[in-house]
C-alpha cells in the first residue's frame, strides 16, 4: 500500500510504499475512499506538538470501505461502507459504561499504535506509527473494529469522510458536550474546519444569536454562509466588547475552536453569568493562560474542554450521516479543495496559510 509518511517534524511528507499487515483479532482492514487534512496533524508536522512518535503516517479523519476483517469481528463484513473514528471503544471501560466513550480508558492517544500497543505498519522490517489510532494517508490501513462505524452505503464517502473528525467535533461541541438550548446565544472563536461546524451545530439547535470571531474576512463570510448571525473581525475590533454589546449581558456559550490560549481569556471574559466557554482547539504543548478567578466564581462560570465532540460514535456519526442525507448539515460548502495523497504537502501549506475550510484527500 502507499502512504504519506512524515519521518521527522518541519519535513516534508513523503509517499512511501509500506507493508501492512492483516487485521488482527477485532480488527479490520479498511480501503480509503478520501480523508479530510486536520489542523491537528499539520502540528504534528509542524512540531507544535511534541513526543509524536516517528516514523508516522498521519491523517484522522477518513471514510472507505472494509476490506478484511480479524478474527473476533461481530460489527463488519468486507465491503461495509465506514467512517473512521481516531477514538476507538472498548463498550466496557469506565467512561464507555458510562455513556462517555470519547474518554475510553483503552485508547492510546499520541502514541500511534492501535489499542494493542503496537502498528500494522511497517518499512523495512521496522515500525511505521498510526496517527490517531488510524492514519487515513494511506491507500489502505488497518483499525479497531470500533474505530470503523458503518454508515448507510448511500452517502458519498469523500462526504462521509468529513465527520469522522472536523464535523462530529464542532457540531458535537454544540449538541453533545454544551448542550446547547434554542435561543441561547453562542459566539465562536475560529472558524475554521472545526468552527464553522461549531457554527453549523448553533444553527441546527436554534441558537441565536450566533456570534463568528476570526481574523480572516473570507473565513467569516462563510461562517455567515453556514448560519452564523454576526460576524466579529478580532484583527480589527475587540471581540469581548462586540460580543458583549450584540448580547448585553454576555454569551450563554463561547466555543474556542482554535489553539491559542490568548482566544480562550477572551472568550472567558465574554462570558456571561452562569455562562460555559467550551475549549475545542488544543494549543501547543505547554501552553497556559492566565485566569482571572473572581469572575469565575461570583458569576458562576464554567471552562471545560470538548474531545471529539463528545462523540458517542456508534451512535452520532451515523446520526450526523442522516442529517447530510436531510440536507439539514452542511459538507460539501466545507470543502475548499481536493487532493492527491502526493499533495499532502500542498494541502498543509494551504492550512498553515488559511487558505482551507477543508482539504480532502482523495485516493
Ligand atoms: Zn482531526
Ligand atoms: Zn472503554
Redesign the pocket.
Known sequence: MRASVLFAPRTPLKVEELELEPPRTGEVRVRMVAS?V????LHAADGSWQNVPMPIVLG??GAGVVDAVGPGVQTLKPGDHVILS?APTCGRCHYCVIGRPNLCEQRRPGQGVLLDGTTRLSRDGRPVYQY?HVATYASTTVVAESSAIAIDPEMPLDRAALI???VM?GVGAVINTAAVSPGASIAVFGVGG?GLNVVQGGALVAALPIIAVDIVRARLEHARALGATHAIDASKDDPVTEIRRITRRGADFTFVAVGDARAVGQAVDALAPGGTCVVIGVPATGVTTPLDVRPVVTGERVIRGSSYGSARTREDLPRLVALYRSGRLKIDELITRRYGLDDANEAFRALAAGELSRGLIVF
Open positions: 479530510g486536520c489542523h491537528s496533524c484522522d479523519e481516531w490517531g469522522g473528525c472536523s467535533t472545526v
